[in-house]
């Protein structure tokens, strides 16, 4: 039998093209890259028997987040959820939410599926297509409570630091998809991209930081295996949340 088991990946959200240098955020960015990794045998028989009720279909057309979660609820975004550790864990200690997850990475959404039977998860559902198509198309503006982009891919070289996810262009549009008192949340490990993301939310006239500086980290975000080898080889981790005013 294969084992059900996967490595912990960061979020790993960004665009395979590179990009030009004197471009921000170009227009062809996408949220993720595709990486290599095989689908095990319980992430997908999980996709066969799970997928159909907690998978949606992309449509260029707004989301009817009713319809899609059986409920009115709170909406949260996230970006990228890799394995589903951390995605899991918060839906439970927060079942008064609806959190609609985007990730394109196979084994990432059949682990997060399996994760969910196991633990009779009925707030989740996923999109397995780039965020930000989800955004721009799926999500109306003042629709979500709250946004969460956790680990994404740092772009540890400078010439590629302009493939980065969380640039002023995304971040306006997020920030409109929020309602009023809505947040944004992102936690990095790596000190440079905790740098610029600071600097990119502080810069927006519609974010007010909850923190002076970086904020503690919120008792419903974990620690994720990913995360814990960082702390144990000394690499902090920095977590950001803003909320619109």
Not at 132 to 153: Q, S
Not at 192 to 207: F, G, K, R, T, W
Request: one cysteine or more; glycine letters at 8%.
């Amino acid at each position: 039998m294969v084992p059900d088991t996967a490595p912990d990946a960061a979020t790993h959200q960004q665009s395979n093209a590179a990009a030009p240098a004197d471009v921000a955020h170009p227009k062809a960015i996408k949220s993720y890259v595709l990486r290599a990794g095989r689908v095990t045998t319980g992430q997908a028989k999980a996709l066969e028997t799970l997928g159909p009720r907690f998978v949606l279909d992309y449509a260029a057309q707004p989301l009817d987040a009713a319809a899609a979660f059986g409920r009115t609820a709170p909406l949260i975004l996230e970006i990228g959820f890799g394995m589903g550790d951390a995605t899991a864990h918060i839906a439970q200690v927060r079942p008064e939410d609806n959190f609609l997850c985007c990730e394109v990475h196979e084994p990432g959404v059949g682990a997060l599926l399996k994760r969910v039977g196991e633990g009779h998860i009925e707030n989740i559902r996923i999109l397995q297509h780039d965020a930000v198509e989800v955004v721009d198309n799926m999500l109306p503006e003042g629709t979500l409570d709250g946004v969460h982009i956790f680990f994404p891919d740092p772009w540890h070289k400078k010439r590629h630091n302009k493939r980065r996810l969380i640039q002023a262009p995304l971040v306006a549009k997020l920030v409109s998809r929020l309602k009023p008192g809505g947040y944004i949340h992102c936690a990095t490990d790596w000190e440079p991209y905790a740098e610029q993301i600071l600097e990119v939310l502080s810069a927006d006239p519609h974010l007010a930081n909850t923190a002076e500086g970086y904020a503690p980290q919120p008792a419903y975000r974990p620690l994720t295996k990913f995360e814990n080898r960082g702390l144990r080889l000394g690499h902090g981790v920095w977590d950001l949340v803003f909320q619109r005013r």
